[in-house]
């Protein structure tokens, strides 16, 4: 197995990517709203479960993906990674517009009730979700496990999987209850221009990177 300490620096560049993008407002916290509200904790926690599953499927296709692609151009990494990095300007700007004027988060309530599908409802959510799939280029674009092999990749999709879960799952407790929602709504344009002066940061380190 390959020695995990030199990855670790890209790691945590990569986790803290991926822990922003998980704790943000998006469509999981959507559905999450909709089923913590109506249906309650436990339900809400198997929902988790689906959007963790779907989020390590897309990690390890795009791992994959970049992998065959830097194997057969040698300047791809230079491309990815300012690809990645003007998506994250393009979410910074947009969470200081969300700050400016926040929009209405509104719960979808029209869900399954059975565990089994709301387990494949999470998975199908999360997997065909835009802002995952290009969050999820621009996490590649770090290049986290390049040039490691299986253990590295299995060790980085575990970490995936843990933040996703406990970040959705964090959504999930919290907006069971009625206070934390209220409070979040009052809170909201912190929490966007916050998220925006990440993302910026998070772009120009991209942007800037030499490997």
């Not at 560049?13 to 916290?29: D, E, K, R, T």
């Not at 926690?45 to 057969?72: D, E, P, R, Y």
């Not at 490691?148 to 575990?158: M, P, R, S, T």
Request: hydrophobic share 60%; aromatic share 10%; charged share 10%.
């Amino acid at each position: 197995m390959d020695t995990l300490l030199p990855f670790l620096p890209k790691f945590a560049a990569a986790y803290a990517i991926l822990l922003v993008a998980a704790s943000s407002p998006g469509p999981a916290v959507a559905m999450l709203l909709g089923v913590a509200s109506s249906r309650g904790r436990r339900a809400a926690l198997t929902v988790t479960t689906g959007i963790a599953a779907g989020s390590v499927t897309i990690n390890l296709l795009t791992l994959v993906g970049l992998g065959l692609l830097l194997s057969q151009i040698a300047w791809a990494m230079t491309i990815m990674r300012m690809i990645g990095a003007a998506y994250l300007a393009w979410l910074a700007i947009g969470a200081f517009r969300k700050a400016l004027n926040p929009p209405p988060l509104t719960a979808m309530r029209d869900l399954p009730a059975s565990p089994g599908r709301l387990l494949t409802m999470g998975y199908l959510l999360q997997v065909t979700n835009p802002k995952a799939i290009v969050f999820w280029l621009a996490i590649a674009s770090v290049g986290a496990t390049h040039g490691g092999g299986a253990g590295i990749v299995a060790l980085f999709a575990l970490g995936a999987f843990l933040i996703s879960f406990g970040c959705h799952g964090a959504w999930a407790l919290l907006l069971s209850s009625a206070p934390v929602r209220v409070g979040y709504a009052r809170a909201r344009r912190w929490v966007e221009g916050a998220l925006g002066a990440f993302f910026a940061f998070a772009a120009f380190k991209i942007a800037t990177s030499k490997g």
